[in-house]
């Protein structure tokens, strides 16, 4: 028979082949390829009475241009110091007050602006600006050149703040992170504002137009038309049992995703909804943008109201109940996993 080798053999067996930078996978295989997903994220909220005497003390404490981006990082509770509120998802939530500007730059990472708070700043895209009003959703496709800006509206100025979406993670992982300053502060304006819109927001494209992005030509979904087809689609009787009305928004060019790495999805849950349980591998990051009710992750309940942040992890079940009218903004990493075969969702009946 031949004789088992001891525990401490084995770990003499290691130490020696850890000098030659390799591990043994068998201590490993589990942790590698689990039975089910078991990543570190927890899900978290960040309510608006609490974060923003902070937002509104870090204007006071360092200038948009100083900062380049003046932003709080909403950080995942189990991923400190990481920049991280999923393992592939960046969010953060940014001031620019009346008469400032974020100075022009561009980078690889993907980005969007989800509008919270005041009206009247500006986000401009490769030569076009866009007024951004709260429960708009405006893209900065990755290395384009982009800043923002605050010069109020109809005569009359108040601090604007908006949750940044990043794939910041997702590029790190990759090593691939470029940036880039530009020379001059704000970007020349080449083209009027909403030409974007109209070229291609309206089932209408432009004869001669080749994409040369996979990201949306579009950089702002107006909150006032999802809105309205969130409505007309509720008055239609069309409410699922474990999303309300959701819609996910396209780049019209392609019926596909806004962007090649964020997914984006808006939802009306009506007064006294109750979802059904659900899960997916993507972690989703949600803005409330109208009403009152809760989200139940994994047993721990969260209760949620307008300007509110939640994060639920990947593969966490949750369900989520409205008090009131209620109006959900979400972004993801779908696309991605979408791509590499590796989505996988359930809808569970209890």
Known sequence: MTTRPTGSARQAFYE?????SMTPLWESLSTLVPHTPNGPCVPALWRWHDVLPYIEQAGTLITAEEAVRRVLVLENPALPGQSSITQSLYAGLQLILPGEVAPAHRHVQSALRFIVHGRGAYTAV???RTTMFPGDFVITPGWTWHDHGNDGLDGHSEPVVWLDGLDIPMIRFFDAGFEEKSAA???QVSRPEGNALARYGHNLLPVDYTPGSPTSPIFNYPYARTREVLDQLYRDGETDAWHGVKLRYVNPVTGGWPMPTLATFMQFLPAG???K?????????FSVVEGRGCVVVDGQRFVFGPKDHFVVPSWKSFTLHADEDAVLFSFSDRPVQSALNILREEKLDA
């Open 273 to 275: 909804f109750t979802g």
């Open 126 to 128: 490769d030569g076009e």
């Open 277 to 285: 349980p659900y899960r997916s591998t993507d972690g989703s990051v």
């Open 16 to 20: 020696q082949i850890r000098a030659l």
């Open 185 to 187: 502060r704000s970007q």
